[in-house]
């Protein structure tokens, strides 16, 4: 980070004007948050807030135009509008963007049935994300996702920036750099940081679909990925797998650690995702820093807060960043902790969901403590639930954590099992560590 982030004594909440068009969101979230050298975007949907899909999004017979594409134009032009407010460039600050498209499918038979596409047609997306980031393409996880929270949305988007930091170099497994906007960009190293693209288990010399042969060739490829932009797996600060069947996740999580056998990522898991092709089973991406960074990895680890799921660590810590791994309302059996289900035999009685959310800020603040932050300094918040119906008392728990700025938040709808039975939310966060001199 530069030496100007150090002058940083808390994060900023970013409100763009809204005479630029922007929507104000109606719940507590900030659009974007800016802490350093570093902009976090929330979730960007073709929403006006107030009464649904805008009319601008919504295809007629005489434009010829998809309703996936108008949404793409719709939040990009917002996010570009959010970022300029921020003091950046979507194009050439941005390193991480989550794409969050609807689908019903897949479902849990499904799943069953080893089939993880989401089956969408997103080409009219891809075709506005070529037209606003025009150059070279942002490392991106793409993600299908059962729904969000405004009806009719297709496509949500995150993204972070990294400013200050000289220029970005973008990589690709194929060759040494990127020639065009429609290369796929595997890697983008910025200053001492560098960010992965979703990758999966599939190579052009096998078409295995067992989930052995898919981790392995999964993190071949990204240790291929490392060494070509300065970095090793040593390096690897974050990491997001996506899994389509959590049966699966023993097994990935063994092969796991052999790849990272001391002083693992921060790791969050997404269960029941939907790939991008067919008989993908695994995907992940990372943060890594750089080999000649100065920057040092901080394992962050208490027990004042359960312990990991798997082969992770409980957050990581580096420079003015603290990367959570996946909370969850677990406990250290990694089952639902006790207390956070309705009683089968008064099933009308409770509130699940503020409930799980309490523990788990619980936990949090643990955690962050042991960092030398609290909970009031999450700049980065992506929660998930198994069904929408309990984000409204689940937000309001987390609300009332943060009495001045929210974090920038993104909420998804899974409509699948978070992977532990009785979880009803997932949260992935970001939080800002104070300099301690």
């Given at each position: 980070m530069s030496d100007k982030s150090k002058e940083i004594t808390k994060p900023i909440a970013i409100w763009p004007g809204l005479e630029d068009g922007v929507p104000k969101p109606v719940m507590p979230y900030s659009p974007a948050i800016k802490v350093g050298d570093?902009?976090?975007?929330?979730?960007?949907?073709?929403?006006?807030?107030?009464?649904?899909?805008?009319?601008?999004?919504?295809?007629?017979?005489?434009?010829?135009?998809?309703?996936?594409?108008?949404?793409?134009?719709?939040?990009?032009?917002?996010?570009?509008?959010?970022?300029?407010?921020?003091?950046?460039?979507?194009?050439?600050?941005?390193?991480?963007?989550?794409?969050?498209?609807?689908?019903?499918?897949?479902?849990?038979?499904?799943?069953?049935?080893?089939?993880?596409?989401?089956?969408?047609?997103i080409r009219p997306y891809e075709s506005s994300m070529n037209n606003n980031f025009k150059d070279y393409l942002p490392p991106r996880s793409s993600i299908g996702i059962g729904e969000l929270?405004?009806?009719?949305?297709?496509?949500?988007?995150?993204?972070?920036?990294?400013?200050?930091?000289?220029?970005?170099?973008?990589?690709?497994?194929?060759?040494?750099?990127?020639?065009?906007?429609?290369?796929?960009?595997?890697?983008?190293?910025?200053?001492?940081?560098?960010?992965?693209?979703?990758?999966?288990?599939?190579?052009?010399?096998?078409?295995s679909v067992s989930i052995e042969d898919q981790t392995e060739c999964l993190m071949e490829k990204l240790l291929k990925i490392a060494e070509k932009t300065g970095s090793s797996l040593d390096q690897a600060i974050k990491a997001e797998l996506f899994i389509g069947d959590i049966r699966d996740f023993a097994v990935?999580?063994?092969?796991?650690?052999?790849?990272?056998?001391?002083?693992?990522?921060?790791?969050?898991?997404?269960?029941?995702?939907?790939?991008?092709?067919?008989?993908?089973?695994?995907?992940?991406?990372?943060?890594?820093?750089?080999?000649d960074s100065k920057l040092q990895k901080d394992i962050i680890e208490t027990s004042n807060a359960p312990i990991p799921m798997g082969h992770e660590s409980q957050a990581v810590k580096v420079g003015n960043l603290l990367f959570f791994s996946t909370q969850m309302a677990f406990d250290n059996s990694g089952k639902i902790a006790e207390g956070m289900i309705r009683?089968?035999?008064?099933?009308?009685?409770?509130?699940?969901?503020q409930m799980q959310m309490r523990?788990?800020?619980?936990?949090?603040?643990?955690?962050?403590?042991?960092?030398?932050?609290?909970?009031?300094?999450?700049?980065?918040?992506?929660?998930?639930?198994?069904?929408?119906?309990?984000?409204?008392?689940?937000i309001e728990a987390w609300a009332s954590y943060f009495p001045d700025d929210k974090p920038a938040s993104t909420t998804i709808g899974l409509n699948h099992s978070l992977g532990i039975e009785g979880a009803n939310t997932s949260l992935d966060l970001i939080a800002y560590v104070p300099d301690s001199n």
């Amino acid at each position: 980070m530069s030496d100007k982030s150090k002058e940083i004594t808390k994060p900023i909440a970013i409100w763009p004007g809204l005479e630029d068009g922007v929507p104000k969101p109606v719940m507590p979230y900030s659009p974007a948050i800016k802490v350093g050298d570093w902009i976090f975007v929330a979730g960007q949907l073709a929403s006006d807030f107030k009464t649904g899909l805008p009319k601008e999004v919504i295809p007629n017979s005489k434009n010829g135009i998809s309703g996936l594409e108008l949404q793409s134009e719709f939040v990009f032009r917002n996010m570009a509008q959010t970022l300029q407010a921020a003091g950046c460039n979507m194009k050439n600050d941005t390193v991480k963007l989550w794409e969050w498209f609807v689908s019903d499918r897949p479902n849990q038979n499904d799943f069953l049935l080893g089939d993880n596409h989401h089956q969408l047609d997103i080409r009219p997306y891809e075709s506005s994300m070529n037209n606003n980031f025009k150059d070279y393409l942002p490392p991106r996880s793409s993600i299908g996702i059962g729904e969000l929270m405004w009806v009719g949305t297709q496509i949500e988007l995150e993204v972070i920036c990294l400013t200050n930091q000289g220029n970005s170099t973008y990589y690709s497994l194929e060759a040494d750099g990127l020639e065009n906007a429609s290369a796929q960009t595997d890697a983008v190293r910025k200053g001492d940081w560098i960010f992965i693209s979703n990758q999966n288990g599939m190579s052009k010399d096998t078409s295995s679909v067992s989930i052995e042969d898919q981790t392995e060739c999964l993190m071949e490829k990204l240790l291929k990925i490392a060494e070509k932009t300065g970095s090793s797996l040593d390096q690897a600060i974050k990491a997001e797998l996506f899994i389509g069947d959590i049966r699966d996740f023993a097994v990935v999580d063994k092969i796991w650690k052999k790849w990272f056998p001391n002083n693992p990522p921060a790791r969050f898991v997404l269960p029941h995702s939907g790939m991008n092709a067919n008989d993908i089973k695994v995907e992940a991406s990372l943060i890594l820093l750089t080999n000649d960074s100065k920057l040092q990895k901080d394992i962050i680890e208490t027990s004042n807060a359960p312990i990991p799921m798997g082969h992770e660590s409980q957050a990581v810590k580096v420079g003015n960043l603290l990367f959570f791994s996946t909370q969850m309302a677990f406990d250290n059996s990694g089952k639902i902790a006790e207390g956070m289900i309705r009683n089968p035999a008064a099933p009308w009685y409770g509130r699940p969901a503020q409930m799980q959310m309490r523990y788990m800020m619980e936990n949090i603040n643990a955690i962050s403590e042991a960092a030398g932050t609290t909970v009031e300094n999450i700049v980065r918040r992506a929660c998930f639930h198994n069904d929408l119906q309990w984000f409204a008392e689940s937000i309001e728990a987390w609300a009332s954590y943060f009495p001045d700025d929210k974090p920038a938040s993104t909420t998804i709808g899974l409509n699948h099992s978070l992977g532990i039975e009785g979880a009803n939310t997932s949260l992935d966060l970001i939080a800002y560590v104070p300099d301690s001199n």
